[in-house]
């Protein structure tokens, strides 16, 4: 089993940028393809992004893609979310999972799928208001 905890939200401007980190203890980190996700309120959480356990490769939700880069540091069993270019509408509570297999990268088409990542964190609040 693997803790995770989420830190780096906060209130941000529209245009702005934060970068939010998710640190991993309990278990190896480097084997497990990673994800952020995404809650606003009154609606369903949705996948943002998501890294290969070997730091291969990366995935986006449309939404994000090109403000948003997720990355690792396998000797902090750390990954994170720089999100530059933000805007009211990324405004929602954000999480970091684990792939529910090691060493497995889903094929694109399920790596949107909540139910396919576990070890769920707490959340971190973003929050972009002028």
């Known amino acids: 089993q693997v803790q995770l905890a989420e830190s780096g939200g906060g209130l941000v401007q529209p245009g702005g940028s934060l970068r939010l980190s998710c640190a991993a203890s309990?278990?190896?980190?480097?084997?497990?393809?990673m994800g952020w996700f995404r809650q606003a309120p009154g609606k369903e959480r949705e996948f943002v992004a998501t890294?290969?356990?070997?730091?291969?490769?990366?995935y986006y939700a449309d939404s994000v893609k090109g403000r948003f880069t997720i990355s690792r540091d396998s000797a902090k069993s750390t990954v994170y979310l720089q999100m530059n270019g933000l805007k009211p509408e990324d405004t929602a509570l954000y999480y970091c999972?684990?792939?529910?297999?090691?060493?497995?990268?889903?094929?694109?088409?399920?790596?949107?799928?909540?139910?396919?990542?576990?070890?769920w964190g707490q959340g971190t609040q973003v929050t972009v208001s002028s």
């Open positions: 999972a684990s792939d529910r297999r090691e060493r497995h990268w889903l094929p694109s088409r399920y790596r949107q799928n909540l139910s396919e990542y576990d070890n």
């Open positions: 309990g278990r190896t980190f480097s084997t497990y393809s």
């Open positions: 890294i290969k356990w070997n730091d291969e490769d990366t």
